[in-house]
């Protein structure tokens, strides 16, 4: 099973064709459109690694954003006792939502490739990823 390390949002994940992750949100973009990660920074499979210094050139991992959204509200409270002082602040973080669909090497073969899946299909896997998350 083929992988990539890709570099996005400040962030690295390891991501194999198919699988649907949470990224920070990628500025103007719409739903149902392809975007490319061009910053991979190894991929490979069981057997073999390819690694970068810092990244493959070449290399590309194509995905599909499904949604645009924002994380659960997660409140700051800060209180300084016997001073009547607080103060309260909520923040949402905003998120992508893409599904890896085809991850290339450096000389453009196609290493991994999701299969097909129907828009339904997508929206349970997406809830049931989302309900789990929701209870953690």
């Known amino acids: 099973m083929s992988y990539a390390v890709i570099q996005t ?21 719409n739903p149902d ?4 990660f ?9 057997k073999n690694i390819e690694l970068g210094d810092p990244t493959v050139n070449g ?15 997660v ?5 300084r ?6 103060r309260k602040n909520g923040h949402r973080q905003q998120f992508s939502l893409i599904r890896i669909n085809k991850i290339f090497s450096k000389d453009g073969k196609v290493l991994s490739e999701a299969e097909k899946m129907k828009k339904k299909e997508i929206a349970v896997k997406e809830a049931k990823k989302e309900k789990i998350e929701a209870s953690k």
Do not use: C, H
Request: net charge positive; aromatic share 4%.
């Open 59 to 73: 290399a590309k991992v194509e995905a599909e954003l499904l949604k645009n959204s924002k994380e659960r509200t």
């Open 38 to 46: 061009k910053e991979i920074l190894a991929y490979g499979d069981d």
């Open 33 to 36: 459109t392809n975007i490319e």
């Open 9 to 29: 949002g400040g962030k690295q994940y390891k991501v194999s064709a198919g699988e649907i992750i949470k990224i920070e949100k990628l500025p103007d973009s």
């Open 81 to 86: 006792r016997r001073k009547n002082s607080r």
């Open 75 to 79: 409140l700051i409270f800060k209180k």
